[in-house]
């Protein structure tokens, strides 16, 4: 298998528009699904199969030639965010183009190009060797971007099936190109919408204003009674489960290498930062949990005037959980919070959408160490353990039904626009990632 092989199978597989979150592309879901399932045909699975369910399918397949050596699950996912805005977008999202070492359409980092990391390294030592030196199987979903449950559902049922000994993830990023890193913790998440009813129907402003209630000022209210200026939760209790790092980590995080400007005015694009005053950057990414809204609906939108008080209005927020906090719990706080938060003349009400655990991996894990020692190895520096503060959600679920760490090994950049128009994928990455993946498997197997 050459570069320019695998290349071009990435480019075949960034084609495919796989966007779960839009019907009008089911079928392209679907194709993204049996191209990976072909795709591990070919790395030497001939047993790959589509799962069906209550949802897309995952793909599954095993080599369990390796009898007492450890057992390795593969996770990644098929599908991806949707484009827009398509007019920032330099070229077509679903036209690959190269640009430099760079890999340029959607899905490109997030996570068809560390997918085919999993797929290409079983096959190199399929190929070289015609064996594993590990067992192995893959679970490739179809819904991380939708939260769809499908995935989860599938493996509290079937633990027999899926056990392993540690869970392989490449669905994060290294912390600078070059750098090896590996992802000891993710923080959860609570999505769900604030929807808050006013009148039955939309009333005339000059008819009606200063008397009837106004849903839209009534849910920006509650946001301001959820969050403070300064970015401190104001949600009763919400910080009681929140278990800070330890002072190794915040030491280990201090030594990286991190120019703050940079950040702030080339990869975020802002004047200022905020956040909690006095908590260091990198643990209110990581190490804290937050409160953000990302969408608000309702009354008049279009050109032109219109006045009109609505009757109802929705905000889109979600929290962002941290070790030790429960999502269950962190859900019924945000209810009562919102619910006492309601301003006179209106209801409110919090709907769940989805949610998901918090999770952090002890970095002295024997699967963890082999893990450093393989990338710092192709890297030719020493690996760093950082946390995300995004979340995936199968990590808990892996913990909670399988018992098996999870070992996040990314290869991803700060930069690669992540469900962001442009979007890219750093190709010697790809290249090394594989690399990395093949002596992480033969130093188990040893």
Known sequence: MTADTLLEELI???R????????????????????????????GLPNAELIEGQG?????????????????????????QPPDPLDEWKS????????????????????????????KAVERLMREDGKLPVNIKFLIEGEEEISGDHIDSYVQANPARLQCDAAVICDTEMFAPGMPTLCVGLRGIVYGEIHVQGADHDLHSGVYGGAAPNPMQAVAEIICALKDRDGRILIPGFYGNVTPPSEKEREAWARLPFDVEDYKTKEVGVKDLVGEPGVPLFERLW??????????????????AKTVIPAKAVAKVSTRLVADQDPVAAVEKIKTAVAAACPRGVTAEFKLIHAAAPSLVNPDNLYIEKSA?????????????????????????????LHAPSVMMGFGLPDDNLHAPNEKMHLPNIYRGVDAM???FRKLGA
């Open 56 to 80: 897309n399918p995952l793909v599954y397949a095993e080599w369990t030639g390796a009898p007492g050596k450890p057992t390795i699950l593969l996770y990644g996912h098929y599908d991806v």
């Open 16 to 43: 495919i528009p796989s966007i779960s979150t839009d019907p009008d592309h089911s079928a392209d879901v679907r194709r993204a699904a049996e191209w990976v399932r072909a795709a591990i045909i070919k790395a």
């Open 438 to 440: 093949c002596a992480y």
């Open 287 to 304: 190490a804290r949990p937050t409160f953000e809204v990302h969408g608000i609906r309702g009354g008049f939108t279009g050109e032109g």
């Open 373 to 401: 020692e393989a990338m710092a190895e192709i890297f030719g520096q020493p690996t760093v353990y950082i946390r995300s503060g995004g979340s995936i959600p199968i990590v808990g679920v892996f913990d909670l039904s």
């Open 92 to 119: 077509p999202p679903f036209e690959p183009e190269v640009r430099g070492d760079n890999i340029y359409a959607r899905g490109a980092a997030d996570d068809k190009g560390q997918v085919i990391i999993l797929i």
């Open 12 to 14: 075949t597989f960034l």
